[in-house]
Structures are given as structure tokens and as C-alpha cells.
């Protein structure tokens, strides 16, 4: 097989890198009136809509490291968006709901993260939309770890 040139704005990793930095941007742009980051964007929607409520499963949605997310929610709990409360299941683990605050935040939100996907497909039809999506999601799972 023949070795291929690498050419950088053809590659994938380009492209990637760039549609994502791009992406945040948008994100951070829409969410700053909120005095949200990105990453409390995707912690508040995760709550919201993902049926998570553990630590642990934040990390694994946010790809944050425990530190750094402990602190966020801490933050994120003095701000009065969400809260601990004692696991029914067993006392000695805490959930991490979203309180009416933070209900009714996401639910604003929630239109920022639309405008952006939308604005991010506007050019393609229904169907690339969805293929674009698939192949996305199939390189995602290839590459999780």
C-alpha cells in the first residue's frame, strides 16, 4: 500500500479540532449572559435531560476530570442551580439534582445549545443531516474509551 502525504486542512483531526473550537465559541458567546460555561451548560442538560444524578456519571458525559468537576459543582451548588441530597438507595452516596433555579436556567439554555446546532446544519438536508450525525456518533463510539 502507498504511503499517503499528510496534508493538515485535509485531515481529520483538522477538522474535528476546528469545528469544535468553533462550536465552543458559539456556545460560550450565547451562554455568557447566563454567566455559564460550557462545560456547567453540559452539566445542568445532563441533569436535565439524561436521567444523570451521580458524580460519576457526570464525568462520563462531560469527559471532566474529578477534581475539576467537584469544584464545578460546588460552584454550581453555591450559585443555587443544583444540590446534594442522600441517595435513597444507600445514605452514604449523594445525588445531585437541579433545583427549581436550576430548572428553570436549563429550560432558557436550552435554546442557545438549538440556535447553534442549527446554525451548524443549516446547509445540509434532512438526510445529511442524519448521516452526518450517524457517522459522527459511529466515530465517537469507535474511539471512546
Do not use: W
Not at 64 to 88: C, H, Q, W, Y
Amino acid at each position: 500500500m502507498e504511503k499517503q502525504e499528510f496534508i493538515l486542512n485535509e485531515s481529520f483531526g483538522y477538522h474535528f479540532t476546528s469545528i469544535t473550537l468553533i462550536i465552543k465559541r458559539m456556545m460560550e458567546s450565547c451562554l455568557k449572559p447566563y454567566n455559564l460555561t460550557h462545560l456547567q451548560f453540559s452539566i445542568l442538560v445532563n441533569l436535565y435531560k439524561n436521567n444523570v444524578s451521580t458524580q460519576k456519571e457526570l464525568l462520563k458525559y462531560t469527559y471532566g476530570d474529578e477534581a475539576s468537576i467537584t469544584r464545578l459543582i460546588n460552584r454550581m451548588e453555591s450559585k443555587g442551580f443544583l444540590k446534594r441530597v442522600p441517595s435513597i438507595e444507600d445514605k452514604r452516596k449523594k445525588k445531585i439534582i437541579l433545583t427549581e433555579e436550576g430548572i428553570n436556567l436549563t429550560e432558557e439554555v436550552l435554546s442557545c445549545a438549538k440556535e447553534v446546532n442549527n446554525s451548524l446544519v443549516e446547509d445540509l438536508d434532512e438526510k445529511e443531516n442524519k448521516q452526518l450525525l450517524n457517522l459522527l456518533q459511529k466515530v465517537h463510539n469507535s474511539i471512546k474509551s
